[in-house]
């Protein structure tokens, strides 16, 4: 039905259409890696539609990676390893710790802290999810929450690595749409902290449901002095997402710039502290090239596909598709944010974002929705993805790390996706939560 509307609309989708999408499919489910399963679709794409001569296709896989923004997104990765390697990142948890104590399922509650504040520096939740699984899950245990549970709390809090900024996420779609970075840091700053609030009431509520993990047998005085001694043994770990912060957020650096100052100043830090060592170069630019290499093909392989569609009037003939069965927002935000959990389920964030947000922007802008509440939604329903069976990431990382079942984890995950929706939902509906703090141009 979908399809049909279209062609009544004009929009004459044949083979050169129907074709590359079911090679895309095909190879997908051959598991051949997603960059070059876009790369064959939108070659066959404009092959068969002849929508861009193939002679430009080498032009246009560089010209689309060859932005000074995406400087920032190697940058931000090589500054979360180094971080790790240093030791900064258990500074970290030594200070959450020092701030949950207080209270039953305290360590519950560091270890999703200490997944915001590494988010804080790295921008990828995969990353994220590795740091702190290898420092948390088996003291979680320890502290009586079942093994799979304590992946999937750890899988959860991982997922602010693309909602809290600096987010590689935001970098992209900021890319792909024609919108500053540092513009949607700052308006995912509240929608992501209340990604992160819900993550911490839901392991609150769990714990208070099977009683897990006890804690809360401390006075103030004792409070004050734990979390003074982490203070007082980890406060320089904090300057780092001072910088990143601080620099973005009040104009006098940009998130490239914020990067490569991070990187920097981590590496004189592990210097200075002993814990960085000239031999550790080499595996660290390995490591953060091999997960940089998995990003920016799919960004130019997926920037001809998007040309491609919009050139066959595929973005067009959707908004026309859609708004022809209702009109109603409400409605069509709702079907927005299915699609987005649903291609979330299945793929990656970055084709995601590259293929259905020129897809998508068109029917947010029908509808009058803000363009930056229109990013922050889909990065935040996207999100969600990261802990959703078939293709849920972070599950696969936590499960690489303990050698869990995915589907134990995700089954344990459930809680955590129903409380990010109801988040996901105010961010859609509500377009305060994005907006309050831009300048009022941005409203």
Do not use: H
């Amino acid at each position: 039905m979908l399809w049909n509307q279209l062609q009544n609309q004009g929009v004459d989708l044949g083979w050169d259409f129907y074709g590359p999408v079911l090679i895309f499919v095909a190879l997908v489910a051959l598991a051949v890696p997603v960059w070059a399963a876009i790369g064959a679709a939108a070659i066959a794409m404009l092959v068969f539609s002849q929508a861009l001569p193939l002679s430009l296709v080498g032009e246009s896989l560089f010209d689309g990676i060859d932005a000074f923004a995406l400087t920032a997104v190697p940058l931000f990765i090589l500054t979360g390893d180094v971080l790790v390697r240093t030791g900064l990142s258990r500074k970290f948890l030594d200070v959450a710790e020092a701030l949950t104590c207080w209270t039953k399922g305290g360590f519950g509650s560091a270890t999703v802290l200490v997944c915001g504040m590494f988010s804080a520096i790295s921008g990828s939740d995969a990353a994220g999810a590795a740091a702190v699984g290898r420092m948390t899950i088996d003291r979680l245990v320890e502290s009586g929450y079942p093994r799979p549970y304590a992946c999937a709390l750890v899988a959860a809090g991982a997922c602010t690595g693309i909602l809290i900024p600096p987010s590689i996420a935001y970098i992209i779609i900021g890319l792909v749409l024609g919108i500053s970075a540092s513009t949607l840091f700052l308006a995912a700053l509240i929608p992501g902290l209340a990604i992160l609030v819900s993550i911490l009431v839901t392991n609150l509520i769990m714990n208070r449901i099977y009683a897990w993990e006890g804690g809360g047998q401390m006075t103030l005085s004792e409070w004050l002095a734990q979390l003074g001694r982490a203070l007082k043994s980890g406060w320089y770990a904090f300057i780092v997402p001072g910088i990143i912060f601080y620099g973005i957020f009040s104009g006098r650096l940009t998130p490239t710039e914020a990067g490569a100052t991070a990187v920097v100043v981590t590496i004189i830090m592990g210097f200075i502290l002993k814990t960085l060592k000239l031999s550790d170069f080499p595996s660290m630019l390995v490591s953060s090239a091999k997960v940089n290499g998995v990003i920016l093909p799919i960004i130019a392989f997926s920037l001809p596909l998007a040309q491609a569609l919009a050139i066959l009037g595929v973005p067009q003939g959707f908004v026309y598709s859609v708004t022809s069965i209702t009109e109603n927002p409400a409605i069509l935000i709702l079907l927005m944010i299915l699609i987005l959990i649903a291609a979330g389920c299945v793929m990656e964030t970055t084709p995601n974002i590259v293929i259905l947000a020129p897809i998508l922007k068109p029917l947010a802008d029908n509808i009058g929705m803000n363009e930056i509440q229109f990013c922050i939604m889909m990065i935040t329903a996207l999100g969600v993805g990261f802990i959703t069976p078939p293709l849920g990431l972070n599950l696969f990382v936590v499960s690489g790390l303990t050698g869990e079942s995915i589907l134990k984890i995700a089954y344990r995950a459930f809680p955590f996706v129903i409380f990010m929706l109801c988040v996901t939902l105010l961010i859609a509906y509500i377009p305060a939560i994005s907006t309050t703090l831009l300048p009022d141009i941005y409203r």
